[in-house]
Every structure is written in structure tokens, then in C-alpha cells.
């Protein structure tokens, strides 16, 4: 995928102390329109997200921009596919990376995938194989991942067929 568009938000200094920094949160329905322009600007497919939001939005997580009323500084979600997940939609306004932003969202969704029990996680990158392997996940061949997360619309026809493929085996947290 290519370098990401500048966000629309004003060019203005901004506060990125802890008192300031975005807090994480599980998505609304209501948050569809700005993840969907959030990824759209950081270059990323989309296909799919609607549904996944319309069906659970709260297999997204988001972070909303204190600077931007109505946008996102952050959005990540998973695509919950029988006992495995896509991790898909890891975006970042670029005035908010390098704060640890994304490592808090793919966080908190590894988390979530852990707490419903989940086997694995698997994703598809084009720019990101260096950044995902500090939460686990190592490259796989694209053809060793399950059948359901294959049918994904992300698999089929939203990423490339250059994208990495990723997994990462999940541990069912104690209920």
C-alpha cells in the first residue's frame, strides 16, 4: 500500500501528553463513516468493514481524535471467522504515530481475540511485516490459512496477492 494521505485535520500543534492522548474504546455503529475515511486515508481496503461493523461493531476498536471532533486518531478490528480472527484495519492518523497508539489498539485486540477464546489471528500487510512480529505474529504462506479466513472478502479480493500473510497462535484466557 502506498505512503498514507495527510489527514484532514488542521496542521495545528497538538498535545499528545497522557492527559491528551486518546482513549481506546470499543466502536458504535456511528463510528463507521470516520474509520472508513480514516482508512481510505491511510490507504488501506475498506471491502468488507461495513458488514463487520454492521454485525459487530465492537470487534472494532477505536480512538477518537480529541483535536477532530467526529474523526478517529486510531481504528483496529477484528473479523471474527468460526475459532479465528483477521486482524484487519490497523490505522493511525500519522499526527498520532509514534505515540504507541497502535501498539495499544493491536493490543487490546489480541486481548479481546484471547478472551473469547479464539485459536489464531492472521492479517494481511503490504507495509507492515516488520511492525507485527513484536506481538507475535510471523509471515506464513498465503495458502496455510484457514479456509474461513481465505473466504474473507480481505483475502479474496481486498489485498493483493504480494500482501504477507501473518498468524499469530492465540492462548485462551482463564474465564
Known amino acids: 500500500m502506498s505512503t498514507p494521505i495527510p489527514s484532514p485535520t488542521p496542521a495545528a500543534p497538538h498535545d499528545f501528553s ?50 477532530a471532533p467526529g474523526e478517529l486518531a486510531a481504528v483496529a478490528g477484528l473479523e471474527v471467522c468460526c475459532d479465528n480472527a483477521l486482524l484487519r484495519s490497523v490505522a493511525v492518523q500519522p499526527a498520532w504515530r509514534q505515540h504507541g ?10 486481548c479481546r481475540a484471547e478472551e473469547r477464546g479464539l485459536r489464531a489471528l492472521y492479517l494481511l500487510t503490504m507495509t507492515a511485516e516488520h ?20 473466504a474473507t472478502l480481505e483475502f479474496k479480493s481486498a489485498c493483493p496477492a504480494s500482501a504477507v ?3 499469530k497462535p492465540l492462548q485462551a484466557l482463564p474465564s
Open 18 to 67: 497522557a492527559a491528551h492522548a486518546p482513549a481506546l474504546r470499543a466502536a458504535t455503529p456511528a463510528d463507521l463513516p470516520a474509520a472508513l475515511r480514516l482508512l481510505a486515508a491511510s490507504d488501506l481496503p475498506a471491502a468488507g468493514v461495513a458488514d463487520v461493523f454492521a454485525a459487530a461493531p465492537a470487534d472494532f476498536v477505536v480512538a477518537d481524535d480529541p483535536h
Open 101 to 110: 497508539l497502535g501498539q495499544a489498539l493491536v493490543r487490546r485486540v489480541v
Open 131 to 150: 511492525y507485527f512480529p513484536r506481538f507475535g505474529f510471523e509471515a506464513i504462506a498465503r495458502d496455510a490459512v484457514p479456509a474461513e479466513i481465505a
Open 165 to 167: 500473510a501473518m498468524a
